[in-house]
């Protein structure tokens, strides 16, 4: 994938009165790296409370805890039992249910399904046969939500939003540190990273992205702060077929790899916002995509299947 550093400081307490920490965490199976400073925080530990967030989020929505959301709307599918849900998991399904809409039904968590087709290699395992009864397992309409809770339709139909829960908890735990007087932060989980300030010494925060071809350690890094940032796709495991390049998107229409970008990586306000942009140009056709981010009016940097690199944040 594109290869995501961000660049950080020594932490010297430069000033008497800011207290800084920094915290390493492993949440939605992924690593996520935390620092924040500020003057007027209480004597507290600001990244307790983030770590709360973010152990809150994963037990209430990951797909692979078997006590979330997700994975009971996964186990009562087909049962015409719906799993109660509150505001909060309502106005994720509607997030969800909005970039459905915007991405013309491409983007639909519930491929899932699909996975069991293809090898770790990206090889399609599954007879025509089978392939096509898997396809009758989805489809995000398939996902009723009405007063009593969520239902899938479906015995065998399951759901996957770890791709957009993430960035919702990098967003709320970048609200709960504002919350908390923090006043320079990074908040890096795998793939969406996002800040508060400049780091305490005054420098930007920076994020780096390896270009694909060539040396491992060529980087291009670019500004990241008060910002969101999110990547979506990843060029390092894409699969070939009749000589040409995919990456892992697969369409829930024929459950084939979809012809479009690589790998695609935008800064927003927020990272919802960022990994909206990128979910969506990345299940564009490549000449598609690249023009809808051109006119998005954001940051952006794209790769498609010749491992070229494309927009205002692409190495020179």
Known sequence: MLSLTVCRTEYEKRHVNEVKFEKRLHVFGSACHLVASGSDMNNTDPLELAEGEFTRLEAKFASFRPDSVIASINAAAGTGKPTPLDAEARSLFSYVNALWGQSNHVFDPSIRVLLGCYSPEGKLIATPEQLQATLKLVGWSGLEIGSRGALLS???????????????????????????????????????????????????????????????????????????????????????????????????VDGQPLPGLLSVAVIADNCLTACSAANIARLKTE??????????????????????????????
């Open 154 to 252: 479906q015995e065998g139909m399951a759901i996957n939003l770890d791709s957009c829960i993430r960035p919702y908890a990098v967003d709320s735990v970048r609200k709960i540190l504002i919350k908390a007087g923090v006043t320079n932060a990074l908040i890096d989980l795998d793939q969406d990273v996002a800040s508060i300030g400049r780091q305490p010494d005054g420098a930007n925060w920076l994020v780096g992205v390896r270009h694909p071809k060539g040396q491992r350690t060529a980087f291009t890094r670019f500004k990241l702060n008060d910002r969101g940032y999110s990547l979506r796709g990843n060029f390092e495991h894409r699969m070939t077929i009749e000589n040409e390049c995919y990456g892992r998107a697969l369409s829930p």
């Open 287 to 316: 000449k598609a995509a690249l023009l809808w981010l051109e006119k998005l009016g954001l940051p952006w940097m794209a790769v498609d299947r010749q491992l070229v690199c494309h927009g205002p944040l692409a190495p020179a």
